[in-house]
């Protein structure tokens, strides 16, 4: 039997809290701020495929920020805005690195590290931006 080298946890939804479509509210937010109307569960369907379509099978590694870049600019010019896509998703990375641990999760991962005895290393990704 092979020796298991690592345990990989989901961040969002497993450890970290987060609402769906938090994301999206924000951008569109900034694009209803101008007042152009929008329906908010449409905009929220047009979102997620983007998102699973550049993470799920697909050929080239894109970054969060790279992702949120893209898709920010692809409805910011389907609905004729004129932002800063990507100073934008930094803003959406800002806010994600702000989400807390459900409080369960550091008593369940303590728990792990000391019966399985494994080193136990929690990696926020997310916070690599470039300018």
């Known amino acids: 039997m092979d020796t298991i080298k690592a345990i990989v946890f989901d961040a969002f ?3 970290f809290q987060f609402s769906k479509g938090s994301s999206a ?3 569109m937010r900034h694009i209803t701020d101008l007042g152009i109307e929008v329906d908010e569960k ?3 369907e047009e979102w997620k495929p983007f998102y699973i379509s550049h ?3 697909y ?6 920020r790279e992702i949120f870049s893209a898709r920010n600019k692809m409805l910011y010019s389907r609905y004729n805005v004129d932002r800063d896509a990507i100073a934008d998703a930094d803003e ?3 806010e ?3 989400r807390l641990a459900f409080s369960e999760a550091p008593g369940v991962l303590e728990e792990i590290k000391n019966t399985i005895r494994y080193t136990l290393v929690l990696i926020q990704m997310m916070m690599f931006l470039r300018a």
Do not use: N, P, Q
């Open 13 to 15: 939804g497993t450890l």
């Open 25 to 27: 509210r924000t951008i």
């Open 42 to 44: 449409a905009f929220i």
């Open 55 to 57: 993470t799920v099978g």
């Open 59 to 64: 050929d080239l590694f894109m970054t969060e």
């Open 92 to 94: 959406l990375l800002l």
């Open 96 to 98: 994600a690195s702000k």
